[in-house]
């Protein structure tokens, strides 16, 4: 069993910064890409960052220079640094990981449950 957990969202003024966490547990072997997505209402859903297990990142062109993304393979943890945040980031952000298990014998991808990102003034 497999769970993914992320915190540190919030309402935040425009120009304001967050760090997200999401922290990854269970019966993890081996965790290969971890992404941090977002859905706002009435849009689907969109891959914000992406850090690869070498620590090389992606990111969606409406967030580069403000958003950074991290991860701490010890504690199975990724971050995303969100700066100088605009009222069209507000939506809830979902992390994804590519998670290898002992009982599965392969890589499967897990999500969290979503945190709520609102920036208005």
């Known amino acids: 069993q497999v769970q993914l957990v992320e915190s540190g969202g919030g309402l935040v003024q425009p120009g304001g910064s967050l760090r997200l966490s999401c922290a990854a547990s269970?019966?993890?072997?081996?965790?290969?890409?971890m992404d941090w997505y977002r859905q706002a209402p009435g849009k689907e859903r969109e891959l914000v960052a992406n850090i690869r297990s070498g620590g090389s990142t992606d990111y969606a062109d409406s967030v580069k220079g403000r958003f950074t993304i991290s991860r701490d393979n010890a504690k199975n943890t990724v971050y995303l640094q969100m700066n100088s945040l605009k009222p069209e980031d507000t939506a809830v952000y979902y992390c994804?990981?590519?998670?290898?298990?002992?009982?599965?014998?392969?890589?499967?991808?897990?999500w969290g449950q979503g945190t709520q990102v609102t920036v208005s003034s």
């Open positions: 269970g019966s993890i072997f081996s965790i290969s890409a």
């Open positions: 994804n990981a590519d998670i290898y298990t002992r009982a599965t014998g392969r890589y499967s991808y897990y």
